[in-house]
């Protein structure tokens, strides 16, 4: 059974950091490209932050560079997002995603979410 699970999400103050947390169980964690997403009330769930199976290579969003941080410990199983500078723009629901794509199939898991609110 597949399970992702976030943490580290709450209530904070614009230009505040907070760090989330990814646990991934039941998949082979260091395959997989590990994504961070997020959606806003009324709007629709958007990419954050990417980042290889080896952690060499990341991408993000263009509203998150150099305030957000990608990175993975594949000994540990776990994705980080290490959120800076918060701004309330940044409130949503943040989910993780683990992505594998193979010739004879894609294999796509999501996490529950974890809220983040950042208040003006």
């Known amino acids: 059974q597949v399970q992702l699970v976030e943490s580290g999400g709450g209530l904070v103050q614009a230009g505040d950091s907070l760090r989330l947390s990814c646990a991934a169980s039941?998949?082979?964690?260091?395959?997989?490209?590990m994504n961070w997403y997020r959606q806003a009330p009324g709007k629709e769930r958007e990419l954050v932050a990417s980042?290889?199976?080896?952690?060499?290579?990341?991408n993000y969003a263009d509203s998150v560079k150099g305030r957000f941080t990608i990175s993975r410990d594949n000994a540990k199983n776990t994705v980080y997002l290490q959120m800076n500078s918060l701004k309330p723009e940044d409130t949503a629901v943040y989910y993780c995603?683990?992505?594998?794509?193979?010739?004879?199939?894609?294999?796509?898991?999501w996490g529950q979410g974890t809220q983040v609110t950042v208040s003006s």
């Open positions: 995603n683990a992505l594998r794509d193979s010739v004879l199939r894609t294999n796509d898991y």
């Open positions: 039941g998949i082979t964690f260091s395959t997989y490209v």
């Open positions: 980042i290889t199976n080896t952690g060499r290579t990341t």
